[in-house]
């Protein structure tokens, strides 16, 4: 088998490895690379065949992460493209929200520990801990040679004990290993990300500080992170409010233990921006489906104090006319580079001009350099190559067996 990364052997975003034997071509993960565009052709990968009639079978999507299948569009309707089962619901979820929907034309779907054929290549699914849910790391087995992708990967999140048991079960004789290296350059080798328990009880304490609504802003997707903010909610007798996307990513998880739209202590709004959007895709049974609590702006302004609501910038002009951001305060539980761009220092002005601080409560959805280091010596691959990593050299300085790859490159791996 060899192996082409055609992007992120030096870059975090735009992931896509292509993998060939006997004839036959696989890839794993279409991303966009960040701050990419479907459209600007300078991004796409040079993949032989990718609209369709070719020998290449497929493509394999670690998570519904964007950096990990934007791109996927660009293939054909007839090339099958392989998930996991919950990561396929959540992106039909997402569609009539999102201004550039994908859904893949022939999905085959997988579960933790599924393996599915394309060809020569068998791929098994191992389920880990991420801030996208549903993640997966995929392990590839072919013409005697094994792969394992680690895709995006922590061991801090609620799913840790997946990424313990895989220490303890790591799978055997991998000869190649891609491994995420997100936070090269971003943390010190020495120390540790806070784990998703932190962050509900950091939400605890500011939510126990705060006399008006909380506006936390937060990526619904990240269900780990829903959890937290549900949990703290029901500690400090709070109610959530989400809006109708969230309400349909949560439905998409089809997870019992995942908060809902109709239990207690949620409520769903509706904001002004979202009602466009469910007429312009026809989808009035999605308000149908989650009336069970919804609310409306008058009630928005009497539960206020006693809310904390899942924000985001373009609902303000809403909550601006429901008045009900007096002693309000802003939590932002995400990437805090948005901050810093034009869009996020603009949102900046305009709390500061009504008076919200801004406090901040997260945690990183990727491994710290120590918990990676753990996972490459329990697996112990033949060779060890980083991927979505900006310093992949200072792999060289923490891990054995490293082989520094460029993007576009063919390699093979050593049988
Ligand atoms: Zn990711
Ligand atoms: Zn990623």
């Given amino acids: 088998m060899r192996v082409r990364i055609h992007r992120g052997t030096q870059e975090i975003g735009g992931t896509c490895i292509e993998l060939e034997t006997e004839g036959a071509r696989l890839l794993l993960d279409l991303g966009l690379p960040l701050d990419g565009d479907l459209s600007d052709t300078a991004s796409h990968p040079s993949i032989e065949g990718l609209a369709g009639d070719s020998n290449l079978l497929g493509l394999v999507l670690s998570h519904g992460h964007v950096d990990h299948w934007g791109l996927a569009p660009l293939a054909g309707p007839d090339l099958p493209v392989a998930l996991g089962a919950a990561t396929l619901r959540i992106l039909q979820a ?184 469910i007429k312009r895709a026809a989808r009035f049974d999605l308000i149908e489906r989650h009336r069970t609590n919804r609310i409306f702006a008058e009630q928005l302004f009497e539960i206020a104090p006693k809310s904390a609501l899942l924000f985001r910038p373009a609902m303000l002009d809403d909550l601006k006319h429901a008045a009900s951001l007096s002693g309000a305060v802003a939590i932002w539980s995400q990437w805090d580079g948005y901050l810093r761009q034009d869009r996020g220092l603009a949102l900046v002005r305009e709390l500061s001009s009504l008076d919200i601080p801004i406090e901040d409560a997260h945690t990183s959805g990727h491994a710290s350099i120590k918990d990676l280091k753990r996972l490459a010596s329990a697996i112990a691959p033949k060779m060890l190559v980083p991927i979505h990593t900006y310093a992949p050299a200072a792999f060289l300085d923490h891990f054995d067996a490293v082989a520094l790859k460029h993007d576009g490159e063919w390699w093979d791996i050593p049988a």
């Fill in 94 to 277: 997402a569609a009539p929200f999102v201004p550039r929907p994908y859904v893949p034309a022939r999905p085959i779907e997988f579960t933790n520990g599924s393996s599915v054929q394309f060809g020569p290549f068998r791929i098994t699914a191992h389920l880990v801990d991420h801030s996208a849910y549903d993640a997966h790391a995929i392990e590839v087995e072919a013409s005697g040679t094994r792969l394992f992708y680690s895709g995006d990967i922590r061991g801090h999140g609620r799913k840790a004990g997946l990424f313990e048991k895989m220490l303890s079960h790591p799978p055997k004789d991998v000869d190649v290993m891609l491994i995420e290296g997100s936070s090269f350059g971003r943390l010190d080798p020495d120390r540790s990300f806070p784990a998703e328990a932190e962050v509900e009880q950091r939400f605890v304490e500011l939510f126990r500080q705060t006399k008006g609504l909380a506006l936390v802003a937060a990526s619904a997707q990240n269900i780990d992170r829903m959890v937290s903010l549900y949990r703290a909610c029901k500690r400090t007798g709070r109610t959530l409010i989400i809006d109708l996307y969230t309400a349909e990513i949560l439905r998409a998880t089809e997870n019992a233990r995942i908060p809902q739209s109709d239990w207690q202590n949620v409520a769903v709004y509706v904001p002004q921006y979202q009602r466009v959007q």
